[in-house]
């Protein structure tokens, strides 16, 4: 199994940065893309950024100029860099990684439990 873990959510005022980072352990063979989502209370889940094992990244349109998002394949650890950051930034993020398992061939997804990101004043 694998098991994902956020950390450095928390509270930031509006223009502020918060960098986040997730790391990934279990019985891991190989891990290709990872990335990360967010959602907002009433809203659906959406893309925030992704990047693949050669470090090529997608950012959702909102995020571009803002966000980066960076990874250490020897730690198994993908970051989130986030600046100039808006109340509607607000949400939980969640870390997904795609991998696969040393007991497995099957390529599976895997997501954290979240960590809460609130701007506010």
């Known amino acids: 199994q694998v098991q994902l873990v956020e950390s450095g959510g928390g509270l930031v005022q509006p223009g502020g940065s918060l960098r986040l980072s997730c790391a990934a352990s279990g019985s891991i063979f190989s891990i290709n893309a990872m990335g990360w989502y967010r959602q907002a209370p009433g809203k659906e889940r959406e893309l925030v950024a992704t990047i693949t094992s050669g470090a090529s990244t997608n950012y959702a349109d909102s995020m571009k100029g803002r966000f980066t998002i960076s990874r250490d394949n020897a730690k198994n650890t993908v970051y989130l860099q986030m600046n100039s950051l808006k109340p509607e930034d607000t949400a939980v993020y969640y870390c997904?990684?795609?991998?696969?398992?040393?007991?497995?061939?099957?390529?599976?997804?895997?997501w954290g439990k979240g960590t809460l990101v609130t701007v506010s004043l």
């Open positions: 997904r990684a795609e991998g696969v398992l040393t007991t497995s061939f099957y390529v599976g997804n895997y």
